[in-house]
């Protein structure tokens, strides 16, 4: 069967890093590090490629950011900004082509018609998208755009010709194209699947095209191996839909709020936002994880369970028992961090088969909690979130600042932290 380009990828070169130099003409041409929190302590979750030139990467903490790179300038990160610039930029892509599905705060994706799978008619389109970026949205920001025979090789060909990069794989060209790739550099494949790969003796993209599909169902140990197999010689297969398993949020804190009494309200703002997003998710945890990092480089978790809930108030309580309960109530903290596990669907619930008198008696404030929260979702959602909280949260505002997940990008009008 004759394969054809049907996936382009837009992906936008040091996005964070950009949208700060783009604020502040001062900052472009210089090595830029972003940083969740003014702290030396902290790591860049973003760095300019003039910083990435000397070896300034993504986790790199801010203290080893400056020896690497004397001169960098650390900016603290501005989420709602780049929320607010990645909305235009999807505007600009859409002025070009219709983007199927957004992956990330930087990654997008389009479905080729079948008109437009030509590789000069793909180039011509891809010139018109960096384009539009650079007149609807700055010409200091920049995107790189691939093209492919399917949505994997679309994205790997947008890193290929990074920054400000346009390039096409096309079918015929597979797959010698990837050969000089290193194994890393290929979605999927991290450090644990490289020591697999390197076991079965396989050490590079070249020897990795080549093995054979059971080869690689060993290695991954499942389906993935053949997915694999198959979206490197260019064929389209389905999306994979998998089931979210956790929703949680942490924050490593500025230095004058590494007491348990400042720690505290940032911790139940954390577990706000997973509530949130539970509820928006239209799912029920059963779980509650609270993590703590101490100063003195200690880590401790603990898990309390409940029946299925989305209650912010009951989980709110369950956090104070496990707080209660944490050791050493006096150490300073360096990090805090919810996680809500066991999720479901409501319509798999099942009510607990050994309800007590106490508990048919909750169910009127079960309803009331509903309620409650279904209403203060709807008013922080329209007017912010500093409108009406509850007062856990006190003094936490400028303490657990806005933070972008990779598989969810907030709109606009609903997360000005």
């Not at 604020?23 to 300019?48: F, H, N, T």
């Not at 609270?290 to 978790?301: D, I, N, P, T």
């Not at 990090?335 to 008198?357: A, E, I, M, W, Y």
Request: charged fraction near 25%; proline fraction near 6%; hydrophobic fraction near 40%.
């Amino acid at each position: 069967m004759e394969r054809s380009l049907t996936a382009l990828f837009v992906d936008c070169d040091s996005f964070f890093a950009s949208v700060e130099q783009h604020l502040d003409p001062s900052l472009r041409g210089r090595p830029v590090g972003v940083a969740p929190v003014m702290a030396e302590s902290s790591c860049c979750i973003a760095a300019s490629y003039e910083a990435k030139a000397c070896g300034v990467k993504t986790g790199t903490r801010i203290s080893d950011a400056r020896i690497l790179c004397p001169g960098i300038a650390i900016v603290e990160s501005k989420p709602p900004e780049y929320i607010r610039y990645h909305h235009r930029v999807i505007e600009a892509v859409e002025d070009c082509i219709h983007v199927e599905a957004v992956l990330s705060i930087d990654e997008m994706w389009a479905w080729l018609p079948y008109n437009l799978r030509e590789p000069s008619t793909v180039e011509n389109l891809g010139r018109k998208i960096k384009e539009s970026v650079t007149r609807n949205v700055s010409p200091v920001i920049k995107v790189s755009v691939g093209a492919g025979p399917n949505k994997f090789l679309a994205k790997m060909a947008s890193k290929m010709r990074k920054p400000d990069g346009l390039f096409i794989i096309e079918p015929r060209d597979l797959p010698e194209i990837l050969h000089p790739l290193a194994l890393r550099d290929l979605t999927g494949i991290a450090r644990s699947m490289e020591a697999r790969l390197h076991a079965a003796g396989i050490h590079t993209v070249e020897s990795l095209c080549a093995a054979s599909k059971p080869v690689l169902h060993r290695v991954w140990g499942g389906v993935m191996g053949d997915r694999l197999w198959h979206l490197l010689r260019g064929d389209e297969i389905p999306d994979l839909v998998s089931a979210r398993k956790s929703i949680g949020h942490s924050h490593v804190l500025p230095p004058d709020c590494r007491t348990p009494d400042r720690a505290w309200p940032v911790l139940c703002k954390l577990l706000h936002k997973a509530c949130e997003r539970l509820r928006s998710h239209g799912l029920l945890t059963g779980a509650l994880t609270m993590q703590l990092s101490f100063l003195q480089g200690v880590s401790w978790a603990s898990e309390a369970r409940i029946d299925e809930s989305d209650s912010t108030l009951e989980l709110i309580r369950l956090l104070d028992r496990l707080w209660r309960d944490r050791p050493e109530p006096n150490c300073r903290i360096l990090q805090v961090g919810v996680v809500l596990t066991r999720l479901c669907d409501p319509g798999n619930h099942t009510p607990s088969l050994f309800q007590t008198v106490s508990d048919t008696m909750a169910s009127p404030n079960q309803e009331k909690h509903k309620r409650l929260d279904t209403t203060l979702d709807k008013l922080r959602a329209r007017y912010g979130r500093h409108v009406v909280y509850y007062g856990s949260v006190q003094d936490s505002r400028d303490n657990a600042p806005m933070r972008i997940s990779f598989t969810h990008v907030p709109d606009i009008d609903v997360e000005q932290d």
